[in-house]
């Protein structure tokens, strides 16, 4: 063999050793939490990145804003699922978290969370005597209904196992996915409920999901008023019945600095991440940007084929949540298209800007539920270096029913 060759060989093999060793020696890092000298540079990808100081200051502003403006704080866990991110938002001040499924109710719970929130209610047999045992476990937790039928289901499942539910009733805000039409009716079912020995009424939610991204802050201040009016008229009634209506619960990240003196507690979610949508919904003081909070969040990939000018084909598609709404990070010209279940593509037009194989490229994700919700952990980044990881749990199979 020439020595030029033997040289090329080893060279290779030294290479692939070498990446093989980094690749799972990230694995090990994890295991051990020893980030020393690992950056985005060296992380597997497609992969999460949190901008660590983005991501605090978010959750301090929201934090603040809501101790300012008298406003609990109960942020939804869907977003994140993550118990490290929901442990911080109590530190900073916040009374418990909402969430989606009994699952994540459970998962919270267990990691010592108080004052879990259900926001979807429990219909049929196994959901609600889900909801029940939990109850048992955790007395802070709550739940809503928005039927009858549901109350006494749970009411009656909650006198076979010998406690009290807290419940709130769900009033319809807009979406027609759940909530009791507000006023007489929604009235009569927290009259109900307050009557049952079983459950403990603590108040009403009303969610404008229709709210959350309306464009421009005043459209979207009477977007969100006309949404929950159903809500506060209803909590007029039950005051004039002689129902304490103690929580009023609902907001998003769009309407965080709307809801106060209306809603008793927010329950706003991806303000800590920001999704492609959101960041173009407008702000308070009339900015197009909606720069109250940054986002800190992105998706890692590698430029994986160079073959057509202005075009790259990056390794993150359908599987990686990938979708043509996504923007990349310090590069607003490039467009992203999805091409299949492990490929992307980003196209540009300036050629000073090309993309080289191998280089990496960041994204901000569209749709921040379902994309953290396929990787299974946060890799935390501090500028370039990677200082920390924190898993994202329940996401699949029979941890997330
Ligand atoms: C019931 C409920 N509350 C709160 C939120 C949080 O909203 P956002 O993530 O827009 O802040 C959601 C999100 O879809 C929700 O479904």
């Keep these: 063999m020439n020595t030029r060759r033997s040289f090329f060989i080893n060279t290779l093999t030294t290479a692939s050793a070498l990446a093989a060793a980094k690749s799972a020696n990230i694995e090990t890092r994890f295991a051990k939490k020893d980030w020393r000298g690992i950056t985005r540079e060296d992380l597997p990808t497609p992969s999460m990145v949190l901008d660590l ?19 609990s704080f109960r942020g939804h866990v869907k977003i994140h699922k993550s118990t490290d991110i929901a442990k911080r938002q109590v530190a900073l001040g916040a009374i418990g978290v909402t969430v989606a499924t009994e699952a994540e109710a459970e998962l919270m719970s267990a990691s010592g969370i108080r004052g879990v929130l259900l926001t979807r209610q429990p219909a049929g047999k196994e959901k609600t005597t889900r909801v029940v045992e939990l109850t048992k476990r955790d007395p802070s937790f709550i739940t809503i209904v928005d039927d009858p039928w549901m109350a006494e289901q749970l009411d009656q499942a909650a ?20 909530g009791i039409e507000p006023g007489q009716k929604a009235l009569a079912l927290a009259q109900d409920v307050s009557r049952r020995k079983n459950l403990n009424f603590l108040g009403l939610m009303a969610y ?14 009477v977007q969100s008023m006309a949404d929950i009016k159903g809500m506060l008229e209803t909590a007029e009634l039950c005051k004039k019945a002689g129902i304490p209506v103690q929580i009023r619960t609902g907001g998003s990240t769009g309407t965080y600095n709307i809801d106060p003196g209306y809603l008793t507690e927010l329950q706003a979610g991806s303000y800590m991440f920001m999704d492609t949508g959101y960041i173009k919904i407008g702000s308070k003081a009339g900015n197009e940007i909606y720069d109250d909070f940054a986002q800190s969040l992105t998706i890692l990939t590698t430029i994986i084929v160079r073959q057509h000018p202005g075009t790259a084909t990056i390794d993150c598609g359908v599987k990686g949540m990938l979708k043509p709404t996504d923007t990349v990070k310090g ?17 540009w037009k300036d050629g000073d800007r090309d993309y080289r194989l191998g280089d990496k490229v960041e994204l901000y994700p569209t749709h921040l539920d379902s994309t953290t919700n396929v990787y299974d952990r946060y890799y935390i980044a501090k500028g370039d270096r990677i200082v920390d990881a924190w898993p994202v749990m329940g996401r699949a199979g029979a941890a997330q029913r």
């Design 331 to 347: 590069r607003p010209d490039v467009k992203v298209e999805n091409q299949g279940a492990e490929y992307g593509i980003l196209v």
């Design 53 to 71: 100081d983005l991501f605090e200051k978010n959750l301090s502003h929201m934090a603040s804003s809501c101790k300012a403006t008298g406003l």
């Design 159 to 178: 006198a076979a196992a010998r406690t009290k539910v807290n419940t709130i009733v769900d009033i319809n805000a807009g979406l027609k996915r759940a």
């Design 208 to 221: 404008s999901g229709g709210a959350s991204h309306t464009k421009g802050w005043e459209t979207r201040r």
